[in-house]
């Protein structure tokens, strides 16, 4: 729920300390006027800066300015825990100088709240869970990070210590930039501002000007690290917050990260165990987010990840008497979906459709047709603010239509199952890249039939990629340092397959090191990488790698928190509890893809489909997975046809700077028609959407240098 934008002032030469911290009386005579005016101003840009993200909190607005005018937080309001006005925010703790703006939510909140009462006398003023944080920080100091269970995004400033706090949750759910903008409201050279929101558009308001990284979309470091397509913009990592001390050194720092077991370690469990314990963590993580004081419902689509939350939490309210938020148990669960045509090969709403009558729940759902994806299309991408080589972010962004229509404000999600339970097929090969000593008792397959196995598994990544319109080129013998640096997983390989190669050969010269394979090697730092050399399963080093760049940079962002919170809607995603998360982290990997002798074929996210099996349909505990995708294929003189064509002027891409015409001027002749080529179609949707953003961000043509 909810956006945040925050104004810190550093490196402001008239600002001196004494030792105890407090202004020395000479700095305070030079400081500069604390007038009504000045503070009028700053709020000004504020309020500016908060419109621009006013679709993130429709309800509310609040903000706080320091006496000194040197720290500002704002916050616009999406009311969904104590909807009275003691829920609004920024927090404040007077007597202590603490204040703060949460995004999101924090679960297990009565716990928590019970356990500070217990311990200590801070006086809450509300019943919200955001309130928290405060509570958390005077009591556990920089250690409150490791007590919030949630998706949230949040800021803390504490006046006594002058210390500015930005933390993000462990997955990346919520997003949080920052970035250093000069301050022109401060005299002296080199004056800046630390700048912090949920999304780039607020800084628009704040004296930031939009330039091309082209460095970032060379070695595709806006993917694969903390860069944005734009310079001097970055995002704070999952499991991290960064700290302003004094207003001067920002630092970064991790507070957790995902971990895995040593392979060569043994694990006793049986199946049936681990089943149950996955079944176990599931439902709690699905109990807790089912609170809120509005109604609360369930995305569905064709797929298991969705269908076992919807079976949950049909199973919760009637059989447990949960409610859906405020709505009563005995009020139907509702579900929300989205169909394509059904001659495009990518709808599964008819699933979707079974499932639900087989819960006996609410269903509804919107048609995505061509004409739906074109009208849609350069708003979603404003809202995106960075590029996405399929048209899915479209479908997910009409999807948040439908809860918003019907009155909702949250919804359950089922992101981030993949990236725990190595559901996608580019899992396979690094799972079979190792034998699994873990679960030998259990271990179904041979292995002398693992080697063979294991190059079936690739060449069937490579056809796959190839078939889609991707570089399935990657898989290859001579596997390169990065991989060498990774122990060899072709994971890597396969989060490249849509690198756009559509570059002026200028940029060849300016960034002759641009590697995406190495951005993505050196992301993780040395000491995972030690643990995936020598410690982890490959498939375990997998899910790792991916969980730092796609999974919180394009699948919670274009198909997460950027197209939902577009409509005001805030998607919780139980997939991704931490407390389910390290459960699942620590089993064998052939629990999670697992031979099927029988039939003779691997079986995804094995032990998820076991723990699901009472809430789902046989169809779907059958079912193979089937990724998330827009169709392809479009014809000439059609509504995507024609915006791609009025996007995609030489004009227009030479304005951006670094991309060739000679290689995009041929892609919408390419793209569409019955013979259109899914490649090509790619491209040309991400060069249109680097046109978009450069409209809507004002961004100035990249050249040589």
Request: aromatic letters at 10%.
């Amino acid at each position: 729920m909810c956006g945040i934008s925050c104004i810190l002032s550093v490196s402001d030469p008239t600002h001196r300390h004494t030792p105890n911290g407090t202004h020395s009386d000479a700095a305070a005579a030079a400081a500069p006027s604390n007038s009504d005016a000045k503070r009028e101003a700053l709020r000004k840009e504020l309020h500016a800066s908060l419109e621009q993200i006013r679709h993130r909190g429709p309800d509310a607005t609040g903000d706080w300015i320091s006496d000194d005018c040197r720290v500002a937080l704002g916050h616009v309001r999406l009311s969904i825990n104590d909807l009275s006005p003691t829920g609004a925010q920024p927090f404040h703790a007077p007597t202590h100088g603490i204040h703060a703006v949460v995004n999101g939510e924090f679960y297990d909140y009565d716990v928590l709240r019970k356990d500070l009462e217990a311990k200590t006398n801070y006086p809450f003023s509300s019943s919200s869970d955001s309130e928290l944080i405060i509570a958390l920080y005077l009591h556990y100091g920089l250690n409150f990070t490791q007590y919030l269970r949630g998706e949230f995004a949040c800021v803390l400033y504490d006046e006594r210590k002058e210390l500015f706090v930005a933390v993000r949750d462990r997955y990346g759910i919520k997003p949080l930039f920052w970035g250093l903008v000069p301050d022109s409201t401060v005299g002296g050279e080199g004056a800046k501002r630390l700048v912090v929101a949920a999304e780039m558009k607020a800084f628009l308001p704040l004296g930031w000007k939009a330039e091309w990284d082209v460095g970032a979309l060379k070695d595709a470091g806006w993917n694969h690290d903390t860069r944005t397509l734009f310079k001097g913009v970055q995002k704070i990592r999952p499991g991290h917050y960064i700290t302003c001390q004094s207003f001067g050194r920002i630092e970064e720092r991790a507070y957790w990260d995902a971990s895995f077991p040593d392979k060569r370690m043994p694990d006793p469990r049986t199946p049936q165990e681990l089943i149950e314990g996955v079944r176990e963590r599931m439902l709690d993580a699905v109990r807790v987010r089912l609170r809120a004081d509005v109604p609360v419902g369930v995305y569905l689509s064709g797929g298991i990840d969705s269908s076992v939350l919807a079976g949950m939490v049909a199973h919760l309210v009637k059989e447990q008497n949960v409610a859906m938020g405020s709505a009563p148990p005995n009020e139907r669960v509702t579900c929300f979906s989205i169909a394509f045509d059904e001659d495009s090969g990518f709808d599964e709403s008819s699933i979707a459709n079974r499932t639900a009558e087989w819960l006996g729940v609410k269903y509804l759902k919107k048609h995505m047709n061509e004409e739906e994806l074109a009208k849609r299309f350069e708003d979603a991408v404003w809202h995106c603010e960075q590029h996405n080589p399929d048209l899915n972010f479209i479908g997910k962004y009409a999807l948040s239509e439908v809860p918003q229509e019907a009155g909702y404000k949250v919804v359950l999600t089922g992101e981030g199952a993949d990236e725990t339970f190595a559901g996608y097929p580019l899992y396979l090969p690094d799972y079979l890249r190792e034998p699994d000593q873990a679960w030998e008792a259990f271990n179904t397959l041979p292995e002398t039939e693992r080697e063979e196995q294991l190059r079936l598994a690739e060449d069937a990544a490579r056809e796959h990629y190839e078939s889609i319109g991707a570089d399935g080129g990657g898989y290859k013998d001579d596997i390169g340092v990065p991989r060498r640096m990774l122990n060899s997983i072709s994971t890597v390989t396969s989060m490249t397959a849509f690198q756009p190669a559509v570059f002026a050969p200028w940029t060849n010269k300016a960034f002759p090191a641009a590697e995406p394979e190495m951005t993505i090697a050196v992301n993780a730092d040395g000491l995972a990488r030690a643990r995936i050399t020598n410690s982890w399963h490959p498939l375990h080093s997998a899910l790792y790698i991916w969980s730092k760049g796609h999974l919180p940079n394009i699948f919670l962002t274009c198909l997460g928190d950027r197209t939902e919170m577009a409509h005001s809607i805030e998607a919780r995603t139980p997939f991704l509890d931490h407390k389910l998360t390290e459960y699942v982290n620590q089993l064998p990997p052939s629990t999670k893809l697992r031979w099927l002798p029988e039939e003779r074929r691997f079986v995804e996210k094995w032990v998820l489909r076991e723990a699901s099996k009472p809430f789902i349909t046989q169809e779907l505990y059958e079912r193979k997975k089937h990724p998330y995708s827009a169709p392809t294929k479009y014809p000439r003189d059609g509504p995507l046809h024609k915006v791609m064509s009025r996007l995609l002027t030489k004009e227009a891409v030479e304005g951006l700077g670094f991309v060739s015409w000679e290689v995009v001027g041929g892609l919408v002749d390419e793209a569409f028609g019955d013979n259109g080529d899914p490649k090509a179609l790619r491209l040309a949707l991400v060069v249109a959407e680097w046109v978009v953003l450069s409209r809507r961000f004002n961004v100035a043509r990249a050249g040589p240098w």
